[in-house]
């Protein structure tokens, strides 16, 4: 059974880093490619980032440019993403996805996890 579960998130003040972490299981990570995404209040869900199999990293969109690393540990089923510098508007719900086996970052994601809260406030 395919799943993502993320975690790292919670309250941070304006101009704080996270860590969010997407912990996979039911199939071996270093032949899936993982995406992040987020989701602001009222607004749709957007993509940030993308690692592949092969570390490859794709950018989405440019909301968070120079505010992120994506990075994947394979041996610990884990990829990562660090954030810099939140802002409020960078508060949402942020989610880790993978397309499934050898798919890229440019293809449709699959599975999905349940997301982790993420709020900037002072």
């Known amino acids: 059974q395919v799943q993502l579960v993320e975690s790292g998130g919670g309250l941070v003040q304006p101009g704080g880093s996270l860590r969010l972490s997407c912990a996979v299981s039911?199939?071996?990570?270093?032949?899936?490619?993982i995406g992040w995404f987020r989701q602001a209040p009222g607004k749709e869900r957007e993509g940030i980032s993308c690692?592949?199999?092969?570390?490859?990293?794709?950018i989405y969109s440019d909301s968070m440019q120079g505010q992120f690393a994506i990075s994947r540990d394979n041996a610990k089923s884990t990829v990562y993403l660090q954030l810099y510098t939140l802002q409020p508007e960078d508060t949402g719900v942020y989610y880790c996805?993978?397309?499934?086996?050898?798919?890229?970052?440019?293809?449709?994601?699959?599975?999905w996890g349940q997301g982790t809260q993420v709020t900037v406030s002072s």
């Open positions: 690692i592949s199999s092969s570390d490859v990293i794709t």
């Open positions: 039911g199939f071996t990570l270093e032949h899936y490619a």
């Open positions: 996805a993978t397309p499934g086996l050898d798919y890229e970052c440019n293809v449709k994601m699959y599975y």
